[in-house]
C-alpha cells in the first residue's frame, strides 16, 4: 500500500512553455501533498504544503506564481511549472501524507525529470 | 530551529561489510525520525521509521534505533550487498508539523 505515482516521469520542453506535472495517490486519500526539487547530488528543498481544497502554503523563496499548485482531490495534486527557463531544469518530487493509518509518513512518488532547453 | 545532520559521503564498501551511516537530529519538540533511500534516477523510498525514544525501526536487514540521550538515529546494516548502492537520507518531523528536514544526504557504492 501507500503508493504515489508522478506523470510525466521525464519531460523535455522549450524555454517559455508551461509544464504541468502529476501527482496521485494510488491507494490512499491525501490530505496534504508536498512539492520538492532535488538538485543533482544535493538533498531535497521543500518547495511548498498543499492542503486539498485550499492555497498551497509556500516555503520562503518560492515564487508562488511561477510554481503553481492544485490539490483538487484527496487523491490529486498538480505543480504548473509556468513560463519554464533553462535554470527551472530539475527533478521534482511530490510526497503524500494520508489520513488514517498513513499518518505521520510520507510517501514519495519517483519523481519528474523536468529538462528546459 | 530544526536540523538533521548526517555523514558527509560518499562511502565505499566491499560486498558483505558492516555499514554505519551516522545522523544526529535537533532535539526540539518531540520529532519522529526515517531513513529514505534513493535509487539511481528514482524518488524516495521510506526504509524504516522510528515515532519515540527507544523505537527501532527495521527494514531489508537495515536497522536504526531512536536514541534521545545521544540525539541519534544512525543507520546500521550487519552485511551490504551490490543492490544496497544508493543515496540514504536521514529525516525528522515534528508532531504538529508535517514538515519533514532532511539531511544532506550519503551516497553508498558497494564493490563485489
Known amino acids: ?45 521543500l518547495m511548498a504544503t498543499s492542503n486539498e481544497g485550499s492555497k498551497a502554503t509556500y516555503e ?10 492544485n490539490h483538487a482531490s484527496l487523491t490529486l495534486s498538480t505543480l504548473t511549472v509556468t513560463s519554464a527557463h533553462p535554470e ?6 511530490c510526497s503524500a501524507r494520508g489520513v488514517d493509518r498513513y499518518t505521520d509518513t510520507q510517501y514519495f512518488g519517483p519523481g519528474t525529470r523536468l529538462t528546459v532547453l | 530551529g530544526n536540523s538533521v545532520t548526517q555523514m558527509e559521503g560518499p562511502v565505499t564498501l566491499s560486498e558483505e561489510a558492516f555499514l554505519t551511516i551516522n545522523c544526529t537530529y535537533t532535539a526540539t519538540g518531540y520529532p519522529s525520525l526515517f531513513w529514505y533511500v534513493q535509487y539511481p534516477g528514482e524518488g524516495l523510498q521510506l526504509l524504516l521509521k522510528a515515532t519515540k525514544a527507544d523505537d527501532k525501526g527495521s527494514n531489508k536487514g537495515f536497522e536504526a534505533t531512536y536514541r534521545k540521550e545521544t540525539t541519534s538515529f544512525h543507520l546500521e546494516k550487519g552485511s551490504v550487498q551490490v543492490s544496497d548502492s544508493a543515496v540514504y537520507f536521514c529525516a525528522r518531523s515534528s508532531r504538529g508539523n508535517e514538515k519533514l528536514t532532511f539531511g544532506t544526504g550519503t551516497r553508498l557504492t558497494i564493490i563485489p
Open chain 1, 1 to 45: 500500500g501507500a503508493v504515489v505515482s508522478q506523470h510525466p516521469s521525464r519531460v523535455i520542453c522549450k524555454s517559455g512553455t508551461s509544464v504541468k506535472i502529476e501527482c496521485r495517490s494510488l491507494d490512499f486519500q491525501a490530505t496534504t501533498m508536498f512539492w520538492y526539487r532535488q538538485f543533482p547530488k544535493k538533498s531535497l528543498m
Open chain 1, 60 to 69: 520562503q523563496g518560492v515564487e508562488k506564481d511561477k510554481f503553481l499548485i
Open chain 1, 88 to 93: 527551472d531544469s530539475s527533478f521534482y518530487i
